[in-house]
């Protein structure tokens, strides 16, 4: 089972963004939550709220914080506002002010019977695949035709 959150529109740039969420994947809640408190980064602090969000979605589907990881997190681009700063002589440069949307997955880890009664599930015998053969074809290469004379006066 999965617990997902998101948030989006966040004024912070993706590439900003990643930077912190690349700390925290595939790490377990409590592991990603001590390392989020510690960053000092914008994008720690949005991650951080968006991480206690997934948590009180998996409580809310019955699924043990303590076994919690998570399994998938990202943060993609949103829309981009343009503005224009002045510049001297009559000029203006344009400014791109960025926005993201952060989601994440929780996953609950398996358990050692968990996993094996999975893996008996998967290990049943494939059906067996026949394979025709290719026969060669023998390629002909045509030689070319000399003109004769008579097509020559032509």
């Known amino acids: 089972?999965?617990?997902?959150?998101?948030?989006?529109y966040l004024r912070i740039?993706?590439?900003?963004a990643r930077i912190v969420?690349?700390?925290?994947?595939?790490?377990?809640?409590?592991d990603a939550f001590d390392i989020l408190?510690?960053?000092?980064?914008?994008?720690?602090?949005?991650a951080e709220q968006l991480l206690k969000s997934a948590v009180a979605n998996a409580k809310i589907k019955k699924m043990d914080e303590g076994s919690l990881y998570?399994?998938?997190i990202?943060?993609?681009?949103g829309p981009i506002m343009k503005r224009f700063m002045s510049r001297s002589m009559g000029r203006a440069d344009r400014l791109l002010k960025r926005t993201s949307h952060l989601s994440i997955t929780l996953e609950e880890k398996q358990t050692v019977e968990q996993a094996e009664a999975v893996e008996s599930v998967?290990?049943?015998p494939a059906a067996k695949k026949t394979v025709a053969k290719k026969t060669a074809v023998k390629k002909t290469v045509?030689?070319?035709v000399k003109k004769t004379a008579a097509k020559a006066k032509k």
């Open 142 to 144: 045509k030689k070319p």
């Open 1 to 8: 089972m999965e617990a997902k959150a998101k948030v989006k």
């Open 37 to 46: 408190t510690n960053c000092n980064k914008k994008a720690a602090r949005m």
């Open 13 to 16: 740039g993706p590439r900003k």
């Open 122 to 124: 998967a290990k049943k």
């Open 70 to 72: 998570i399994a998938d």
């Open 21 to 30: 969420l690349d700390l925290v994947r595939s790490k377990s809640v409590q």
């Open 74 to 77: 990202r943060a993609d681009g």
